[in-house]
């Protein structure tokens, strides 16, 4: 399809396990981001690519979370030792590039994870 | 750092109704401001923006204007439509030399009765 497209959509798992999420971008666009959103809440950064590194991982909330895009294109957000606090949206936007001063993002529908 | 506040929801209206959302900001720097929407079922999409103090930005009827003096960016709508039932979200970037990030208010959920 032409959107950003997310797997799974739903994810259900036990504590203490481990969880990846997919995110495959828009064909061409260079910068890829993750967010999360909890239940009720607007979404809050976690990540963001451009290209193949890290630009900005500072949203991160601590090492049991990290994310890949090896060859520029999907991006894999992997989380270990999940904990009933990660239940939440797991976003991914795309852009042509940083942005620029355009503040346009194309999302996914997420991914939704729930840590029984 | 940066924030968005924006009016807790939800907003129930009946069709042709005004419709105003308030949204403030606290940023480092000189922000770009946006309104997002996300219908039922669908990711994220931009509604408008606005990226200097006292651009209006407008779509689909909707309109905001970047207020600097009173760091606002209200959204709003003079007759909504059914179809208009979403979650309105105020973001704020601002230009880093690393790059952009959007930061995210809560959210507003409206709902629009026939």
């Known amino acids: 399809g032409a959107g950003v497209s997310q797997t799974p959509s739903n994810k259900v798992t036990e504590k203490g396990k481990y969880v990846e999420l997919r995110c495959d971008p828009i064909?061409?666009?260079?910068?890829l981001y993750w967010y999360r959103q909890s239940l009720g809440q607007g979404p809050e950064f976690l990540i963001y690519f451009q290209g193949t590194g890290a630009a900005d991982d500072s949203g991160l909330p601590n090492d049991r979370f990290f994310a890949v895009r090896p060859e520029g294109s999907v991006s894999t957000l992997k989380i270990q030792r999940t904990e009933r606090g990660d239940s939440a949206v797991y976003l991914c936007?795309?852009?042509?590039?940083?942005?620029?001063?355009?503040?346009?993002?194309?999302f996914g529908e997420g991914s939704r994870l729930t840590v029984l | 750092g940066n924030s968005v506040t924006q009016m807790e929801g939800p907003v129930t209206l009946s069709e042709e109704a005004f419709l105003t959302i308030n949204c403030t900001y606290t940023?480092?720097?000189?922000?770009?401001l946006f309104w997002y929407v996300q219908y039922p079922g669908e990711g994220l999409q931009l509604l408008l923006k606005?990226?200097?103090?006292?651009d209006k930005g407008s779509n689909k009827g909707f309109e905001a204007t970047y207020r600097k003096e009173t760091t606002s960016f209200h959204l709003e709508k003079g007759s909504v439509q059914v179809s208009d039932s979403a979650v309105y979200f105020c973001a704020l970037m601002t230009i880093k030399a690393a790059g952009n990030k959007l930061t995210f208010g809560g959210g507003t959920r409206v709902l629009v009765k026939p």
């Open positions: 064909s061409g666009h260079t910068a």
């Open positions: 936007a795309s852009s042509p590039r940083l942005a620029g001063g355009t503040g346009e993002l194309f």
């Open positions: 606005a990226t200097k103090a006292d």
């Open positions: 940023a480092t720097g000189y922000p770009s």
